[in-house]
């Protein structure tokens, strides 16, 4: 097979498209999560330390000069996605956690009997009529 063939067979596996899916969905739902911590988690949080804005925490390493910006370490930027990773490990494993509840849900319910065959029905009607002589 030549290569380009061999890339078409690779990437339209249903694995692969289902990761496309679940890339997509994920980085949406980083976007929600984000939005989340830094829009309605945090303010309340900085304001119950005193009106304190995390993304102000900075350490300032060599102050700005007329050519060149300040070097600074946001350890602030950094405390925020903390609480951005931890929202979203929470958020999964939530998720994870249902489905393998309604996993375990659906392996305790108990089988369907299979129906009897047509064979089955007729000796079970033999066998009956047996009975009744």
Do not use: C, W
């Amino acid at each position: 097979m030549s290569l380009i063939a061999d890339f078409k067979k690779f990437a339209m596996r249903g694995n692969v498209l289902d990761l496309a899916v679940a890339v997509v969905i994920g980085a949406a739902f980083g976007r929600v999560v984000t939005s989340f911590v830094n829009d309605v988690l945090m303010p309340p949080i900085g304001l119950m330390l005193g009106g304190v804005d995390f993304t102000e925490f900075i350490i300032t390493l060599k102050g700005a000069t007329e050519e060149a910006a300040a070097v600074t370490v946001n350890y602030g930027a950094f405390i925020q996605q903390i609480v951005d990773f931890t929202i979203v490990a929470i958020a999964i494993f939530m998720v994870i956690k249902s489905f393998e509840h309604m996993k375990k849900q659906e392996e305790l319910k108990p089988a369907a009997s299979p129906k009897p065959s047509a064979e089955e029905n007729l000796l079970a009607e033999i066998r009956d009529l047996l009975k009744e002589k």
